[in-house]
């Protein structure tokens, strides 16, 4: 085994144990890679399935596993290696930007799994896009894949006026704010929260995470023209996405020499 096959696997899989043979033939080959082997990449599916004495499936779940936490990447015809430090998202704040754009400009082919679309009334959401509790609306939940692994899980809704010409578009290979631009309406602004949160038990599945992993929890108010036409709620994996910001002077136009600080800057207040 390359890099390794004079020396014993550091970690013996313990058969007898009740953790699945390939969540400790994940967590070896981690440690593994954490002490900088297989520089050149990881070895085969069978090569590996031959050192450790397990299943190709066993194998296959194991770098799955990695392949879920960004540890590794794969693609058809090539050696698994480790991913690159900087195969993350990188997102500036304060413009309206579109999580499918952003990934596909970082060099990311970006699909999704879609889970739900389809039209109903929902109480709480409608009242947040300033309707009627009753107004039906469009639900589009998908699964988002930056090259194949879990980026984010999306929930978005639109008023069915405007959402009901985007039920028969195929959102695997697209963009939703690329379909309504299609129908004459962009996005061109809103609110954005974002936070950190501990995702459900179903979350950390979907986005092959393990618990407690946090993420990025995202609530936004689409507007366009300042009238509101989407709300949307998006986990996406800490390790998969960053924000930036430009920092520009305070009140008064100017930054404040060093040192010059005043101590209300010190000091909690509430209002």
Do not use: K
């Amino acid at each position: 085994m390359p890099e390794g096959r004079n020396a014993s696997p550091t970690a013996r899989l313990n058969r007898s144990s009740s953790t699945p043979l390939w969540r400790q033939l994940a967590h070896d080959l981690r440690s593994r890679l954490d002490r900088g082997e297989f520089t050149r990449g990881l070895p085969g599916e069978l090569e590996l399935g031959l050192y450790y004495s397990v299943s190709r499936h066993t194998v296959r779940e194991a770098l799955r596993q990695l392949r879920a936490e960004g540890v590794i990447s794969t693609g058809r015809g090539r050696r698994p290696r480790l991913t690159a430090p900087d195969s993350v998202i990188a997102q500036p704040t304060g413009i309206a930007y579109s999580l499918f754009a952003s990934a596909e400009a970082c060099g990311f082919v970006q699909t999704s799994v879609v889970r739900v679309l389809t039209v109903r009334a929902d109480g709480v959401i409608a009242p947040r896009l300033g309707l009627e509790e009753s107004t039906p609306l469009v639900h589009l939940e998908r699964l988002r894949l930056a090259d194949g692994r879990p980026l984010a899980l999306d929930r978005v809704w639109l008023p069915a006026s405007i959402g009901e010409p985007l039920l028969d578009v195929d959102f695997r290979r697209t963009s939703l704010y690329e379909e309504l631009a299609r129908t004459g309406i962009a996005v061109t602004g809103g609110l954005e929260t974002v936070r950190a949160v501990i995702p459900s038990r179903a979350e950390h599945d979907a986005l092959g995470l393990q618990p407690p992993q946090a993420v990025f929890s995202v609530e936004r108010t689409g507007t366009s023209s300042g009238v509101p036409i989407e709300w949307r709620h998006t986990l996406i994996r800490a390790d998969r996405f960053t924000l930036t910001s430009t920092l520009n002077p305070g009140p008064g136009g100017a930054e404040r020499p060093s040192g010059d600080i005043p101590a209300s800057a010190l000091t909690p207040s509430f209002g």
